[in-house]
């Protein structure tokens, strides 16, 4: 299970990462609050979101009843973004990992981030990484890491009809939340 940020791509590009954040908040909750990105490094989308809305007087209710509209609008605004250019720049040696990886039969790869699945989709297709991956866990799913990757065994049953055992998946991430 590989992450996306920091460990399959990094930022690239003049505007702040973070940006697409800042828009889907102004869009779907009509805020413009401030934060600490490095505060929520390794964080889920529906964690960090939540966090910071939350301290900006949103109630749980409409942080819900809002969340979708908020992804969809930092989908577009990296859509975009990326027409002035590429916003995410592949990892070399991760993507020769990934090729390496994917060429084995004794090998499933697959996706574990705290991106939402929408974004998440959009960064791998971005650097020319999704075809790689069979499966994924995201972050709209759960709204912390260990809930998220508490559901892998149910997900790779669902999605892949396979049972693997804990000592079978490897995490690899930049983070200690990975």
């Known amino acids: 299970l590989f992450d996306i940020d920091g460990t399959l791509m990094y930022h690239a590009g003049p505007q702040k990462w973070e940006s697409q954040y800042a828009h889907g908040f102004k869009v779907a909750y009509g805020k413009d609050p401030s934060w600490d990105i490095a505060d929520y490094n390794g964080g889920t989308e529906m964690q960090v979101a939540w966090d910071i809305l939350k301290s900006h007087g949103v109630s749980r209710e409409e942080f819900e009843e809002h969340y979708p509209r908020y992804i969809q609008s930092m989908h577009e605004h990296l859509k975009i973004q990326s027409q002035k250019g590429p916003l995410f720049r592949i990892i070399e040696s991760a993507r020769d990992l990934t090729v390496r990886l994917y060429g084995r039969k004794d090998i499933v790869l697959g996706i574990l981030t705290g991106n939402a699945k929408r974004i998440a989709q959009w960064k791998l297709d971005h ?36 049972t693997f055992a804990p000592g079978n998946i490897i995490v690899i991430g930049d983070t200690v939340h990975d």
Request: charged content about 30%.
């Open 127 to 162: 650097v020319g990484l999704s075809k790689y991956f069979s499966f994924g866990l995201y972050g709209d799913d759960a709204e912390s890491r260990i809930m998220l990757a508490k559901t892998v065994f149910k997900e790779a049953k669902s999605k892949l009809h396979m």
